[in-house]
Nanobody, 120 residues
């Protein structure tokens, strides 16, 4: 059973960098051919894909967030991380990590999500 758990601060000041970590258990993040994603949902809005890191360490980003986003990983801890810089209150959202399974062409495991509020 694969489990994902987000962790990080629940309150970030405007203009600072939001940092979150997803700890994965039950499967190595280097296992072919899975992708590990960050997704967010602002209040009253739909899900927004932010980016992903692949089993081989390649990172992919949403064009709209690319200039502010960095996704990295620590294979020794089986974790991957999100950094979102220059945040504003519009970045307030529930942030999720999830696994993309190419066999099912979709997400098959999700973290429970973590609420992050950006103060103005």
């Amino acid at each position: 059973q694969v489990q994902l758990q987000e962790s990080g601060p629940d309150l970030v000041n405007s203009s600072q960098t939001l940092s979150l970590t997803c700890t994965v258990s039950g499967r190595s993040i280097t296992t072919s051919y899975y992708y590990w994603s960050w997704i967010r949902q602002p209040p009253g809005k739909g899900l927004e894909w932010m980016g992903a890191i692949a089993y081989d360490g390649s990172a992919y980003y949403s064009p709209s967030l690319k200039s502010r986003t960095r996704i990295s990983r620590d294979t020794s801890k089986n974790q991957f991380s999100l950094q979102l810089s220059s945040v504003t209150p519009e970045d307030t959202a529930v942030y999720y990590c999830a696994r993309v399974n190419p066999v099912v062409a979709g997400y098959d495991y999700w973290g429970q999500g973590t609420q992050v509020t950006v103060s103005s």
